[in-house]
């Protein structure tokens, strides 16, 4: 067709006329309310409906012959209504009124995402104004108080309880361990937690048990104690032929080895209990061996549980008496539901001598949570840290708040801190605030020599990244400074000579996860940095600073991960690094009762400049400035000398883009991938342009094509496809014809 074109594409939403249509409108209206008024300067108006006219005012000006006419909207003259029109005008005020309230009513009930799409535009019509400089490196929630150095904190006694050991009718044995010192092999406990005051005796009664508390509270003691005491005290004594008794389930390998540890101790006076686990990548065989000899407490991650209970004929459950399922929230949130289905089906399918008692434990309870509940538990006693209920069917939505309206707690001596930081000097604020926790902070009388620090972040990739940069890279130094000299390429050069640096996640082999876990326990100072695969029930001891650099993707996630300090009432710390663009999220962590104290960035930054010997080579230059542009420029050549590290910093940063858009739907408005600015964000990973993406490049392709050209494009490709497959089989006919006619020649 000549002269138009017909586009019967599906609408994508009102477009709203740009700044000139805008101008356009009002000057031929200003036009028509001109001619109108002729000499009289008034325009008349309809006696219907009262509207608004619009008067032109010249305005001279000051370097032009001529004038302009600045366009000004004033409201109309009331004009008297007649009798017909009065009943219509009253019943117009009352419907203005009507949608009036309906219009406040909507814009309260809508959320945040709707501010973030007027600021950002649509992908067919963005905002450039939304795409300012302002827009990544000023905050949007007002900070107050502001701290040049991190608070400190100090060790709390509220957890425990004013009960002892004795008067729970524990073991004298039991007693004894739990009394000895750690380094003579006990736990050094002189009383019970509060958790474990409640959760003891309800497990001796024989009752199902769901379990709620704070993170480093004791509760993993709290169930293998009764568990423990009933065990040791069967007559006539149990023997290792008789099976598994007792059965454990962790989401993680390393939280597997970790109540290993804590059994294996526990039950050291009773030669007669064997523990044991299987967890997936050790040897299935050396584990059946296991199973077939005997192993009376189990602990087991619930894909190889469920692997041994349908392959291995040898596993003996007939005499099981208990079932423990340890952080259940995190065995839901890493797909072990089928399996934990499974592993319940065929437990309840066997014939047991004596009724099994089912444990649930966790620090969160949400909806996933209470439907394991039910599905497992029978006749529950809820245990709280502070109060006991009991009910004759599992606990309801009315008794736990589920999900983003639970009030989360944590330990009381724990010292929150979040820290602003830009995309773009993210790395250098990270790599400053270790230097000076593990190197200066000792020296200042601040700690007692020894540090770890453990740090999160959100990718598998930005671990191996971070972990292979550090131990690449040294510090700074310049002539005439003060800094000792120190080994290039080491760790030790880059934060001090204090420990070294660890990393844990998924995708590690087994083997270098376990001797990774026991080094970082077994040493004085260091840096973990690691995935969520660290933030549930392992009890890293003396760690001083959680370090959150990319921010959770739940609530939930946020409060294991800061539980991994201030454990058994000791001291501890964490920081929060975020973003100015996601600064929102501290108002939603304080609905949550999660309250914060901010960090100075430029002061923390500059204090290591100041120990470091860094000198401005200007007074208009900050010291902080300095530290950060010489870290950036090191960081930078480093990636441009190793072209292995290069890859893995691209790798990393397509892997934190695509993990930044899975944060849950409560936060998902906060943390918005339009808000990132790629260029500062490829600074963050050491690289200077953000590297180029086949599909970010075909996404921002097509978002300016139209619906029918789209369309077209993925019809060529569908045919060009079917094309491609009957010449593939045309081909084939033509050479078995050949092959036959050959033959019967």
């Not at 890493?334 to 399918?349: A, R, S, Y």
């Not at 001797?515 to 969520?532: A, E, H, I, P």
């Not at 663009?581 to 100041?610: F, H, I, M, P, W």
């Amino acid at each position: 067709m000549d002269g138009f074109s017909l586009n019967i594409a599906a609408s994508s939403g009102t477009r709203k006329p740009t700044k000139k249509k805008n101008t356009f409108r009002a000057k031929q209206q200003a036009k028509r309310a001109k001619s109108k008024a002729g000499k009289t300067g008034k325009v008349q108006q309809k006696p219907q409906k009262p509207t608004t006219k619009v008067e032109a005012v010249k305005v001279e000006a000051a370097s032009e012959s001529y004038e302009e006419e600045e366009l000004k909207v004033v409201p109309a003259e009331p004009q008297e209504p007649t009798e017909d029109v009065e009943p219509k005008q009253e019943k117009e005020e009352t419907e203005e009124q009507e949608d009036v309230a309906t219009n406040e009513e909507q814009e309260k009930a809508t959320d945040t995402t709707t501010e973030k799409a007027k600021a950002f535009g649509t992908r067919r019509n963005p905002n450039k104004e939304g795409y300012t400089v302002e827009t990544f490196t000023q905050s949007r929630v007002k900070i107050d108080n502001v701290l040049s150095k991190p608070l400190t904190s100090s060790e709390s006694q509220k957890i425990f309880a004013a009960d002892t050991f004795e008067s729970m009718e524990m073991a004298e044995k039991l007693v004894n361990v739990l009394k000895k010192d750690a380094d003579s092999g006990g736990f050094g406990f002189a009383q019970p937690t509060n958790v474990q005051v409640h959760t003891i005796p309800s497990v001796l009664t024989g009752n199902d048990i769901l379990v709620k508390s704070e993170t480093g509270s004791g509760k993993t003691l709290s169930y293998l104690l009764p568990i423990v005491q009933k065990l040791q005290a069967v007559s006539p004594r149990i023997q290792r032929q008789d099976g598994c008794m007792a059965l454990v389930l962790a989401p993680t390998r390393e939280l597997c080895t970790q109540i290993l540890e804590t059994a294996c101790k526990l039950i050291k006076p009773f030669v007669f209990l064997v523990p044991g686990a299987i967890i997936g990548g050790e040897k299935k065989k050396a584990e059946k061996a296991r199973l077939r000899r005997g192993i009376t407490i189990l602990i087991a991650t619930p894909g190889r549980l469920a692997d041994h209970l349908v392959n291995t004929q040898s596993f003996d459950y007939s005499k099981l008496q208990f079932l423990v399922l340890d952080e259940a929230d995190r065995l839901l949130d890493m797909g072990f539901e089928k399996q934990i289905t499974q592993i319940l089906t065929i437990l309840d399918g066997k014939k047991a001598s004596q009724k099994r008692q089912n444990i649930l434990v966790s620090a969160t309870i949400n909806s996933g949570v209470q439907q394991l509940a039910k599905m497992s538990l029978s006749n529950p006693v809820l245990i709280d840290a502070d109060k006991v209920t009991s009910g004759a069917e599992a606990p309801s939505a009315s008794e736990i708040k589920p999900g983003s309206q639970e009030k989360f707690s944590t330990p009381h001596q724990l010292v929150q801190h979040f820290m602003l930081v830009p995309a773009k000097a993210r790395l250098c604020a990270l790599t400053c605030f270790l230097r000076e926790e593990l190197r200066y902070a000792p020296r200042a009388g601040q700690r007692d020599g020894k540090c770890k620090i453990v740090v999160f972040l959100s990718t598998c990739d930005a671990v191996d990244f971070h972990y292979a940069l550090f131990r690449k890279c040294a510090w700074p130094t310049i002539k005439g400074s003060s800094e000792e000299p120190e080994n290039e390429g080491s760790v030790a050069s880059l934060f001090g000579g204090q420990g070294a640096v660890f990393r844990l996640h998924g995708n590690i082999p087994q083997q270098e996860r376990v001797s990774t876990f026991k080094n970082f326990c077994s040493s004085s100072s260091g840096v973990l940095l690691c995935t969520d695969v660290a933030a549930r029930g392992l009890n890293l001891p003396t760690v001083k600073w959680i370090v959150q650099y990319d921010p959770p993707t739940e609530t939930r996630d946020y409060v294991h991960r800061v539980g991994r300090t201030a454990r058994s009432g000791k001291q501890g710390s964490s920081l929060l690094f975020l973003m100015p663009s996601e600064s929102e999220y501290l108002d939603y962590l304080s609905k949550q009762n999660l309250k914060l104290n901010a960090l100075s960035l430029e002061k923390t930054v500059a204090r290591v400049g100041k120990y470091g010997g860094f000198a401005t080579s200007s007074r208009k230059k900050l010291m902080h400035e300095v530290v950060q542009s010489d870290l950036q420029f090191l960081y930078e050549q480093t990636l441009l000398a190793d072209k292995e590290l290069f890859e893995l910093a691209c790798q990393s940063f397509h892997s934190f883009v695509r993990s930044y858009a899975t944060h849950s739907s409560d936060t998902r408005q906060i943390f918005h991938v339009r808000s990132l600015h790629f260029g500062h964000v490829a600074k963050s990973f050491a690289l200077r342009d953000p590297p180029a993406s086949s599909k970010l490049r075909d996404t921002g392709r097509n978002a300016k094509k139209g619906t029918l050209h789209k369309r077209k494009e993925r019809e060529d490709k569908q045919q060009a496809v079917v094309a491609k497959r009957n010449k593939k089989m045309r081909d084939e006919k033509r050479r078995y014809a050949q092959y036959v006619s050959e033959f019967a020649d």
